[in-house]
């Protein structure tokens, strides 16, 4: 105690430098995100707003560091704290880096998605592009947070030397980690596979498990599937490459749609040809590229017509679908109701009753 008062002029020295340096971090920080945001709004582009907006947190740890990286030298702290001070910058330089380096993916993703935007008619490119930078961005940030804590611990001397001992077992340690982590790495290859091979891209329209929808999201464990009424379907991401599933937009987001209508044998099958082409001609739910009607199945009581149209997207298809079907039926009703499906009975007497014998008189009295 008495050796602190004695050197109290060397702490607050030493104290004040530090306080220094700390204002000085807010000013620069200030100064320096003030003039890139101005910067970034007269110049308009999508990389500077994302470098801005993305370093703002970052730089918050980055400016501290490196201020006190460059004081520290000149406090007359005692030699022990001064290193453990160096080691806890030295820590936090590593963490920034990693950070840096995570941002840096980030912009990266935000610039993609400003060239390749989704929602575009048949946009297979700009998903093709959005899913594989999404999903390797991911798998990204998993191996930089790896590497960033295995080099903060090796930093400490002692996990240094037991780092040293755990390499000479390392084919056991790897044989029990890896069967310990065998899901979570069976999802990371899988989420890899998907990247390079697309299996599924951002937006397709697939049936999993039954559930009709589209990919909303991809992570490095699981994939979200947004079905038609606004439910989530959760699935591991494993499960697209060692199951099979409907994928409709894979190569094309155009699609045929089909409506079947059972009619009695009387219809006149090319009247109701000409009327479905009638109706797709006054809808913009149709592509103009294909449409027929066929009649694909006959049994003894009704005829099954099949009418065949395109569309550009699979929501369109469905309406497609409704509309024909609706119209057709209004057309059949309105035009040929006795062509719609009918039940026939027909009842035959098989033992006639005998006629009625006229009862003799009955004598008077």
Known sequence: MSHFFKDWHAWAISGG??????????????????????????????????????????????????????VLPATTLPRSLSRVLQHILGL??????????IVLIDVFEDVAADRYKIGI?????????????????????????????????????????????????????????????????????????????????????????GEWGWIEEITTTYVVVRIWD?????????????????????DTADLLGTVFIYTDYTVRVEEVRQELHRILKTTNLWDGKVWGL????????????????????????WDLRCYVRENLVAFLQQHYPQSLPKTRVEMESV?????????????AT
């Open 121 to 209: 008619q048949d946009d297979l490119r700009a998903r093709k592009i959005r899913t594989q930078i999404h999903v390797l961005r991911r798998t990204a940030m998993v191996i930089v947070i790896f590497i960033a804590l295995s080099v903060m611990l090796m930093t400490f001397p002692s996990i240094r030397q037991f780092g040293v001992s755990l390499f000479a077992s390392a084919g056991i340690a790897g044989l029990v980690i890896g069967m310990a982590a065998r899901p979570t790495l069976s999802n990371l290859v899988a989420g890899v596979q998907i990247a390079l091979t697309e299996p599924i891209r951002l937006e397709d329209v697939v049936i999993v498990e």
């Open 17 to 70: 430098i530090l306080v220094g340096a700390l204002i000085a971090t807010y000013v620069i920080y200030k100064l320096v995100f003030g003039f890139a945001q101005r910067f970034a709004e007269r110049e308009g582009s999508v990389i500077d707003k994302s470098l801005v907006r993305h370093l703002r947190a970052p730089a918050k740890l980055i400016i501290p560091l490196l201020v006190y990286f460059a």
């Open 230 to 250: 606004l439910r989530r379907l959760v699935v591991p991401i494993s499960y697209f490459v060692e199951n099979p599933f409907q994928n409709w937009t894979r």
């Open 351 to 363: 033992n006639p009753a005998p006629a009625l014998r006229p009862s003799a008189p009955v004598p």
């Open 294 to 317: 066929q009649v694909t199945n006959a049994n003894e009581h009704t005829m099954e017509l099949r009418a065949l149209m395109s569309a550009s997207d699979s929501p369109k298809s």
């Open 92 to 101: 936090g330089m590593i963490a920034t880096a990693a950070w840096v380096f």
